[in-house]
């Protein structure tokens, strides 16, 4: 049983001149395993910044308040720390990395987070479990991470790391955007196994109602100007697509 508790979180980006942009202003979250949490909100409301400052990028600057998991000071910790402390971030890898393969990429993961290498026999099989049920060329696994992937495989390959990775807590930014259809419903029934484990707290950040019609999430928080300005169950997912962000911006702004 684990919490991620996010208290009173101010954030700044920093500018290529030096200047601070103030982005988060004070967000109040807790998400417990077992719990998959919606952070809904309009386009350019901060809710990747919540991400990137979780993940610790050296762009944002924590201005105040804490990020603890089961009490530990999470922005005290360097990334490497985060993700063996049981933090998955899905953009914390974002970029090509020549000549790993993922097959590679993802037993030095495990091997990272777990503190010793997994038993190749057993590891296999695993890979190929994950592979198979997102329904991805075995030769996927030869590729080297990131490179020339579509779209839609940078979003399988989030997946798989979720599934193989098992996190205590996963938060994944925007993983329905670029997806058609069929990969849409592949990669929200992995994020549906995960949280049928019951192990991982899981932090859904969107913008799109649509990643909700295949992941019931238990609290939906909308995110407007820098904060959380309304929470509720899943029927706030159904309104919010019904009726937009419009009145909760035109309040934010009031
Ligand atoms: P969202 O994910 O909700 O679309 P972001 O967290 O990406 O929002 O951005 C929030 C705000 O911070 C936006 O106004 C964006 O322009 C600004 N911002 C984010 N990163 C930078 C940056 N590197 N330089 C300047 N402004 C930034
Ligand atoms: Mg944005
Ligand atoms: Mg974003």
Same mark, same amino acid.
């Given at each position: ?5 996010i ?12 200047? =601070? ?7 109040d ?34 201005t105040?308040?804490t ?7 999470? +922005?005290?910790?360097?990334?490497? %720390? ?23 990429? =993802?037993?030095t ?10 038993? +190749?026999?057993t590891?296999a099989?695993? /890979?190929?479990?994950? $592979? %198979? ?26 997946? $798989?790391?979720?599934?193989? /990775?098992?996190?205590?807590m996963?938060? =994944?930014?925007e ?26 707290? +899981? ?14 999430p ?19 997912? %159904? ?16």
């Amino acid at each position: 049983m684990s919490t991620l508790e996010i208290h009173d979180l101010q954030v700044s980006v920093k500018l290529p001149d030096g200047d =601070l942009k103030p982005i988060l202003a004070g967000v109040d979250l807790t998400v417990r395993s077992g719990e998959t949490h919606a952070i809904m909100g309009p386009n350019g409301s901060g809710k990747s910044t919540l991400a990137y400052s979780i993940a610790g990028h050296p762009k944002y600057e924590i201005t105040g308040g804490t990020v603890t998991l089961d009490g530990e000071d999470v +922005l005290a910790m360097t990334v490497d %720390e985060r993700a063996r402390a049981g933090l998955f971030l899905a953009m914390q890898y974002p970029v090509e990395v020549p000549g790993v393969s993922v097959a590679n990429f =993802l037993r030095t993961a495990k091997t990272a987070i777990d503190g010793e290498a997994p038993k +190749l026999r057993t590891w296999a099989g695993e /890979l190929r479990g994950a $592979m %198979e049920k997102l329904q991805m060329d075995p030769a996927f696994a030869q590729r080297n991470v990131n490179e020339g992937f579509s779209g839609g495989e940078k979003k399988r390959h989030e997946i $798989m790391q979720l599934e193989l /990775l098992k996190p205590k807590m996963a938060i =994944l930014d925007e993983t329905d955007s670029g997806l058609d259809i069929d990969a849409l419903r592949i990669v929200s029934e992995g994020v549906n196994r995960v949280r049928a484990s019951g192990e991982a707290g +899981l932090l859904l950040i969107t913008h799109y109602t649509r990643i909700l019609r295949y992941i019931k999430p238990d609290f939906v928080h909308v995110f407007v100007a820098g904060k959380i300005v309304k929470e509720g169950g899943p029927e706030l997912a %159904e309104q919010l697509e019904a009726e937009g962000y419009e009145r909760y911006v035109a309040s934010a702004n009031a």
